[in-house]
């Protein structure tokens, strides 16, 4: 079949930028990316990934770990699977 159909979008310049390197490192180019996740939606006929609003203490979780603070660390793996209870 030949891939005559046109996808334009508007986004942030510094998203597109910071996407295309990681889809670089992956060997894609943004059409590959594109053509794989509209392949996913179609098997899974919807979004082939869970889209949920964090809660606040998830929200502060990601935000201490974004600035290095509030971060709790372990000597071993020993120690955080105690502290995981595991």
Do not use: H
Request: charged share 25%; proline share 3%.
């Amino acid at each position: 079949m030949a891939k005559e159909a046109v996808v334009s979008a508007r986004v942030d310049p510094e998203l597109k930028m910071d996407v295309e390197q990681v889809f670089r490192a992956l060997g894609l180019t943004t059409t590959q990316a594109i053509t794989l996740f509209f392949k996913q939606v179609e098997f899974w006929r919807g979004l082939p990934f869970e889209v949920k609003i964090p809660n606040q203490d998830t929200v502060q979780a990601l935000e201490d770990a974004r600035a290095r603070q509030n971060l709790v660390t372990f000597n071993s793996l020993d120690d955080l699977l105690s502290d995981l209870e595991l």
